[in-house]
């Protein structure tokens, strides 16, 4: 099955910097990778996703980069604010293929600290 | 509220007992997925719907542990004779469907936390 690993485990940065979180994943066929944000006693929250036909996209402060042949993908914020502060997962799934299993295989996550 | 709801969002239970929670996905949603996380770790996928066919369950859940979606709307988890390992905070993800990109969003209910004493 699918694999993702997700490094580092924690990020402390100062506001105004950049922060920058990678993922590899294992399966080939994956072909979706979203990034989702937690904050503390909260669901996680859909931020940006991507699919394996692109190979970057921006949403404000937010962008995502995905390299299919070394099977990784970062998640990038840049004038980091403290409310970016929180849990930050990645994932992979397969969909829009003969084998859509849809389900989500999740990175163990990052915690992103921004300092005032 | 439109979104993924969950009940009960606690839940403390003895050894031994049998406890059932329920989920409330997105009205229009016809994928409704199970997730387990532990302190300090990503979400891992437990079983999938959809619409009333259960389609796929992880080798993680156990015979103890049973989903049903009766009629393709609500859902609901039960495990029986709880072990204190089986403490942790169950999410409910909810998705419309279909081939477009956004069909395929999960959507996240805010989980219920089980205490297994």
């Known amino acids: 099955g699918e694999n993702v690993e997700q490094h580092p485990s924690t990020l402390s940065v100062q506001e105004g910097d950049s922060a920058v979180i990678k993922c590899t994943y294992s399966?080939?066929?994956?072909?979706?990778f979203p990034w989702y944000k937690q904050e503390l006693g909260k669901r996680p929250q859909l931020i940006i996703d991507?699919?394996?036909?692109?190979g970057e996209k921006k949403d404000q402060r937010i962008a995502v980069t995905l390299n299919k042949t070394a099977k990784h993908f970062s998640l990038h914020i840049t004038e980091t604010q403290p409310e970016d502060s929180a849990v930050y997962f990645c994932?992979?799934?397969?969909?829009?293929?003969?084998?859509?299993?849809?389900?989500?295989?999740f990175g163990k996550g990052t915690l992103l600290t921004v300092n005032p | 509220d439109t979104g993924v709801s969950q009940n009960p969002r606690h839940k403390i239970t003895k050894r031994g007992q049998n406890v059932t929670f329920r989920c409330d996905p997105i009205?229009?949603?016809?994928?409704l997925y199970w997730y387990r996380q532990t302190l300090g770790q990503g979400p891992e996928f437990l079983t999938y719907?959809?619409?009333?066919?259960?389609?796929?369950k992880s080798r993680l859940l156990s015979d103890r542990f049973s989903a049903e979606r009766p009629k393709g709307s609500f859902s609901t988890l039960e495990i029986q004779r709880t072990e204190q390992g089986d403490s942790a905070m169950y999410l409910c993800?909810?998705?419309?469907?279909?081939?477009?990109?956004?069909?395929?969003?999960?959507?996240f209910g805010p989980g219920t936390r089980l205490t297994v004493l």
């Open positions: 719907f959809q619409n009333e066919a259960q389609l796929e």
């Open positions: 993800a909810s998705s419309l469907g279909g081939t477009r990109r956004s069909y395929n969003e999960q959507f």
């Open positions: 399966d080939s066929a994956s072909n979706y």
């Open positions: 991507i699919r394996s036909n692109v």
């Open positions: 009205s229009e949603h016809n994928r």
């Open positions: 994932a992979a799934s397969k969909v829009w293929s003969g084998g859509s299993n849809y389900k989500l295989t």
